[in-house]
């Protein structure tokens, strides 16, 4: 399946917004009136929502963050015109207390309905969208987020489990991260900790040779792995190999690593060592050979879900 096509008669823009625990980011897209869209532009905000937890209640100063940041992403679309926006929420406000009285505040402030995905939904969402890229018969794709993972299989272009898992990039650091990166001792705990989650994760019955993944943690490995090992800047695959290279010079933690996470992604300067970590470990679980990195995600299989065609 190829990427939707332009259409000369587009029917309305329209934005996605994904409530993350770690970034809050808005796409505005151009929807066609023959089911397809193209994304005319992307706005993220590092919020780190999972920082304002505390006994599992997100408080008043998270919360004004949040909207704080959806004010932000209004204000922006006012200079388009009259747009409307969709918002959902993943582990970000699932997996808190008080749920309610966040959408509640949200609403009062903003106006806005958000809507809270459950972790399978989340999981289904990302995968229609990764394979708008990139259709897979048979296999897996897996998301690292900030707060959670997310892991579909799939056979003959159905899928046939989608879970989510507590364990994210964000959620490692804050759990065993003194510092800004992790030394060799936390090293040894996040990976443990990400061996001990994936045992009960869906995993087809060996290894497949392709996989697909999505999310803000894989980009950046793309990102990084792209310089590190002179592919081309569009390039979207890396073979296991290479993200066994790339995550042990990531995790050397000296120069080269230093040098390529702040030229690449500054912003997940703190959160990048776990992340490769979890990918690493869960891509092994997964693939045999090849990962292919979308560009499409959860939002693009909320959109497509919502308005142009039926869940695969």
């Known amino acids: 399946m190829t990427e939707p096509r332009k259409n000369t008669s587009a029917i309305v823009n329209c934005a996605v917004v994904d409530l993350g ?17 193209l994304p005319l532009f992307s706005e993220k905000r590092m919020a780190g929502l999972v920082n304002y937890i505390r006994d599992g209640v997100l408080s008043r100063e998270g919360i004004e963050v949040a909207c704080g940041v959806l004010r932000g992403f209004q204000r922006m679309l006012r200079q388009f015109g009259d747009i409307p926006m969709n918002v959902f929420a993943t582990a970000s406000l699932r997996n808190i207390k008080n749920t309610d009285e966040v959408l509640a505040a949200i609403r009062e402030r903003t106006g806005l309905v958000v809507e809270v995905l459950s972790g399978e939904l989340e999981a289904r969402y990302g995968c229609l969208g990764a394979m708008l890229t990139c259709p897979l018969e048979g296999g897996a794709v897996f998301d690292i ?6 892991i579909v299989l799939l056979d003959n272009g159905r899928i046939t489990r989608a879970e989510s898992l507590d364990i994210g990039s964000l959620n490692l650091y804050n759990r065993y991260v003194s510092e800004l990166w992790p030394d060799r001792g936390e090293i040894e705990k996040i990976a443990a900790a990400a061996r001990k989650k994936l045992r009960r994760a869906p995993a087809p019955a060996k290894p497949v040779p392709n996989v697909l993944a999505i999310g803000g943690t894989a980009r950046a490995v793309l990102k990084i792995a792209n310089q590190y090992l002179d592919k081309p800047e569009g390039n979207r695959i890396l073979t296991m190999g290479e993200l066994d290279r790339t995550t042990e010079m990531l995790l050397a933690r000296k120069g080269t690593a230093r040098r390529l996470i702040l030229k690449s992604c500054p912003d997940r300067v703190h959160t990048i060592l776990p992340g490769v970590i979890l990918m690493n470990t869960t891509a092994h679980i997964l693939c045999k050979k090849q990962l292919y990195i979308s560009r499409y995600g959860v939002r693009e299989g909320y959109l497509c879900q919502k308005l142009t065609s039926p869940m695969i």
């Open 21 to 37: 625990s770690n970034t809050i980011r808005m796409t505005l897209y151009d929807v066609q009136d023959h089911g397809g869209f």
């Open 145 to 150: 987020g900030g707060g959670s993972t997310e």
